[in-house]
């Protein structure tokens, strides 16, 4: 790698040759992080059939953080269900749907990781639920294609000096309603990024951010709540019956590292 | 002239009736708490006339509606609502060292009516050791007494250790929630945050303080507890010497002790409540009255069994056993 960019920077007089090295410099990286990934979900693998719980959930760690991936977050909480932090799996099987909705064993493995730490699912609004139904860079991109269709099935005709067929603007109306539909998906996707989990068994809840504050009540680990604000190493958080302030390593959301 | 003469007759009743709306507005119109500063200010108000409960109340609403800015003088006033509430509970009650002195005085009390009683059962003089025996019974009563008075005191400290703990964390917050851009507020509101790193200080002092005296008041119980125990075996030993005509009254039955409260034979001679003998049904009522009651009591006359078609048929003639 060091040798090609060495190269690179000497070939100040060629600008194509430059930018095709710069190109092949990329493909090495992503190539390099590929094979760096595979190691630690390779070794992820060895040390989970070895029993090694602690060290194989690090691995799956590094490889999810590096690349992250619905098969490595199904590891990765399989393995912290394991080594007994039902938190720390369930916050990997929902980070696994997140990316995923259609995982099976994510699902399957939440159900009854639920059933067993006796928590609920966070409840969700109904454009939130909308939003699982497909991953969220999906929703981006259905809407900004339907909003696409919509528009050059009325202006193209037009353009082309052609007269609006019927399906052409029936179309038109159906990929405007996708985009509507997609409009709210994508509210859903942005309001469910507070959505989080509590990651030790009793995490003090408190009536305010400091650490000698006033614990209201104890959470249970893998118990859902809404993060709505931050203060210092302080999160703000609503669960179902109350709100408090919970110290933000005790909680992860979805879209956290 | 005459609408003149008409609102002059009007305008004073009216101008009472203003008046007096207005004082009952002001009167009964003081509008309930609803921000976190509403609330604040109304929790240092009954801080201030000593209403320490009710100002806790206040202060964690003001609290819990997590408005940063009212938080840290909040929590800070909170820590010395707690604090005076914990000094109430210890207003008018005896000191530690009260108890103590107490109880090491029964104690050389009872070590001394030991040693005679021992020096009588020795002599073998029933007089001394009648005396003994009563003296040792009464100090025994003396002792369970003042142990029961020291464990209630016990409990009462810890109510004021966990309310000034929790002041003291009270003292700590606020002073780890002072964030630099409310300075000018707090300033404003004349706390000074080293005065609530200061306040948990002392609070900690006062905490170690009464740590120490319940620590000590346990080790009093401790050596009363040996100490009574010693006075129930002279106890026993006195009652084997002492023979039966001799016995003081209660000498028989008394190796437990003399629980307080009403002994099953104390009932005996006690007359049931006056309410309680039967005579509550004693009203008079009127015929027309009783007629009432029996017509509201009838099961709904007018509905009658189903009929079958079978109906004056004479019925059959059973060959079995009448039951």
């Not at chain 1, 408090?244 to 956290?256: A, K, N, P, Q």
């Not at chain 2, 008409?6 to 009964?28: S, Y």
């Not at chain 2, 030991?114 to 100090?139: D, T, V």
């Not at chain 2, 307080?260 to 049904?281: C, F, I, T, W």
């Amino acid at each position: 790698m060091s040798d090609l960019r060495f190269a690179i920077c000497g070939l100040r007089f060629c600008p194509w040759l430059r930018h095709s090295l710069v190109l092949a410099e990329f493909f090495l990286a992503v190539n390099i992080l590929n094979a760096a990934t595979n190691d630690f979900f390779a070794r992820g693998i060895d040390l989970s059939r070895a029993g090694q719980f602690p060290e194989a959930a690090a691995a799956f760690e590094n490889a999810a953080q590096r690349q992250p991936a619905a098969g490595t977050l199904v590891n990765l909480g399989l393995a912290e269900w394991q080594r007994g932090r039902a938190g720390a799996a369930i916050v990997a099987w929902e980070q696994a749907r997140w990316i995923d909705p259609f995982e099976p064993r994510a699902a399957a493995n939440l159900k009854f990781a639920r059933q067993v730490a006796q928590v609920d699912e966070p409840p969700l609004k109904w454009f939130e639920q909308e939003s699982t139904w497909l991953p969220p860079n999906a929703w981006v991109w259905l809407a900004g294609a339907s909003l696409w269709l919509a528009v050059g099935a009325l202006v193209l005709p037009g353009i082309f000096r052609r007269r609006k067929a019927g399906w052409q603007q029936t179309l038109a109306a159906l990929a405007f309603m996708v985009f509507l539909a997609s409009l709210t998906a994508n509210v859903g996707v942005v309001s469910r990024t507070q959505i989080g989990f509590v990651l030790k068994k009793n995490a003090p809840l408190r009536l305010t951010p400091t650490r000698a504050g006033e614990i209201i009540s104890t959470l249970t680990a893998g118990e859902p709540a809404r993060q709505l604000r931050a203060r210092g190493n302080f999160l703000f958080i609503r669960t179902t019956g109350e709100s408090g302030w919970i110290e933000s390593e005790d909680f992860r959301r979805l879209t956290d590292d | 002239m005459k609408l003149f003469t008409t609102m002059k007759k009007f305008a004073l009743p009216l101008v009472l009736a203003l008046g007096c709306r207005a004082l009952a507005l002001e009167a009964t119109n003081v509008a309930p708490p609803v921000t976190a500063r509403d609330f604040y200010n109304t929790g240092t108000q009954l801080l201030a006339g000593k209403k320490f409960a009710d100002a806790e109340r206040m202060f964690q609403a003001a609290l819990a509606a997590q408005d940063e800015r009212v938080q840290s003088p909040a929590l800070y006033n909170l820590g010395h609502a707690r604090f005076a509430a914990g000094m109430e509970l210890l207003k008018n009650k005896m000191t530690a060292s009260g108890y103590t002195d107490r109880g090491s005085r029964l104690i050389d009390e009872s070590q001394s009516s030991l040693r005679q009683a021992e020096s009588a059962i020795l002599e073998g003089n029933k007089e001394k050791m009648i005396e003994a025996y009563l003296e040792c019974r009464h100090l025994r009563h003396d002792l369970r007494s003042t142990q029961e008075q020291i464990n209630t005191a016990i409990e009462l400290y810890g109510q004021v250790l966990a309310k000034w703990q929790r002041a003291e964390d009270d003292f700590k917050s606020s002073n780890e929630m002072s964030p630099p851009d409310l300075a000018s507020i707090e300033n404003s509101l004349e706390i000074n945050h080293t005065n609530a790193e200061f306040n948990a200080e002392i609070i900690q002092e006062h905490i170690n303080r009464l740590l120490e005296q319940a620590r000590k008041m346990q080790e009093m119980m401790g050596m009363m507890g040996k100490q009574k125990q010693d006075l129930g075996k002279i106890l026993s030993k006195l009652k084997g010497q002492i023979p039966a005509p001799n016995a003081p009254p209660g000498a028989a039955g008394d190796d437990d002790e003399d629980e307080p409260g009403m002994k099953p034979d104390s009932l005996a001679g006690q007359k049931e409540n006056a309410a309680r003998q039967g005579d509550q049904m004693q009203i008079p009522l009127s015929p027309d009255q009783a007629g009432q009651i029996l017509d509201g009591l009838s099961l709904d006359g007018s509905r009658r069994l189903s009929m079958s078609d079978k109906e004056g048929r004479p019925p059959k003639n059973k060959n079995g056993r009448n039951w």
